[in-house]
């Protein structure tokens, strides 16, 4: 869901690009790659998941399946907020490169081109911290899924 609405959100923002700054369209392509690795995470997750589950080896304990579905839980709401802020700040990231049709008195012909590599620097920044959450949503993820087992003295 994250990764979705990340790539919705920004997505958006590419568009009308496109057609305000054609030239600019590749750069503000950067959101929404970064909105499709959440997919990624939670792709890693439910494999992790799913390899944890054998039942011809052994009984599925009430635990191991709390810890899954912690683990997912903890991967799935990160990504999901990572997702919402990576749509949010790339969306208006993106629109803030276009300063020609800005109306702020502060952007002047000669600091037309760093006004806007000051703004694509800042909005990757922040893509990075944002995609930090997920991140930090997948290795929980990964610390509980391999506490599954563990419960059982055997």
């Not at 991967?75 to 109306?103: F, H, P, Q, W, Y």
């Not at 008195?105 to 694509?120: H, N, V």
């Amino acid at each position: 869901m994250g990764a979705a609405y990340g790539t919705a959100k920004s997505g958006v923002g590419v568009a009308s690009m496109g057609v305000m700054r054609p030239v600019l369209v590749m750069k503000s392509i950067v959101p929404v790659v970064m909105a499709g690795v959440l997919g990624i995470y939670g792709l890693i997750i439910a494999v992790i998941i799913s390899t944890g589950i054998n039942p011809k080896a052994k009984s599925y304990y009430l635990f191991d399946g709390y810890a899954h579905l912690s683990s997912g839980l903890a991967c799935g709401l990160a990504g999901l907020s990572a997702g919402m802020a990576i749509g949010i700040v790339g969306d208006a990231g993106v629109r803030g490169l276009d300063e020609k049709n800005s109306t702020n008195p502060l952007f002047e012909s000669g600091s037309e081109q760093m006004t806007a590599a000051k703004i694509f620097v800042r909005m990757i920044l922040i893509l990075i911290f944002a995609e930090a959450l997920a991140l930090y949503g997948l290795i929980v993820g990964i610390v509980l899924s391999s506490r599954a087992g563990q419960s059982r003295a055997e």
